[in-house]
């Protein structure tokens, strides 16, 4: 049985490889967690471009991970996503966007209010169904 656990990211590195849709949305969702945020890629989305992140704009490379917390592998090639798993140490989570089976944790879609926070999780499996459950809390409707 496994135990969903909500991380304190703040001042924690956090580092994404890509610069795409994917990427995009991932360091989108981590703005407001006080997290030190890079990402590294050859090429940046017009939205990553104009995030309060930090910005590598160039190809991956091992050194990269050195300082990483938790680590996000969004390029669209399996190569160096297989590159940045052997690449990380024992101590460093891993999220692999294209391999749920070679990640270490997986996003939740979240409701916060001022006194609670509520997470839905597919395991990796559906993300579209976790925020389409989320949507209908939201809305009160019956699940």
Known sequence: MSYPVLLQLTGKNVTIIGGGKIA????RGLLTTGANITVIAPI????LQQM???????????AHLNKAFLIFCCTNDPAVNTQIIRDAAP????????????????NMATLQQDDHLIAI???????TRAKEILQKIRQGADI
């Not at 995009?24 to 360091?27: M, Q, V």
């Not at 309060?52 to 091992?62: G, T, V």
């Not at 101590?91 to 997986?106: E, G, M, P, V």
């Not at 999780?121 to 993300?127: A, I, K, L």
């Open 91 to 106: 101590h460093q989570l891993i999220n692999d966007c294209t391999d749920k089976s070679r990640s270490d944790f997986f």
């Open 44 to 47: 940046f989305t017009e939205e």
């Open 52 to 62: 309060p992140i930090h910005r590598i704009q160039e190809n991956y490379q091992a």
């Open 24 to 27: 995009t949305r991932k360091a």
């Open 121 to 127: 999780s597919t395991n990796g499996n559906d993300p």
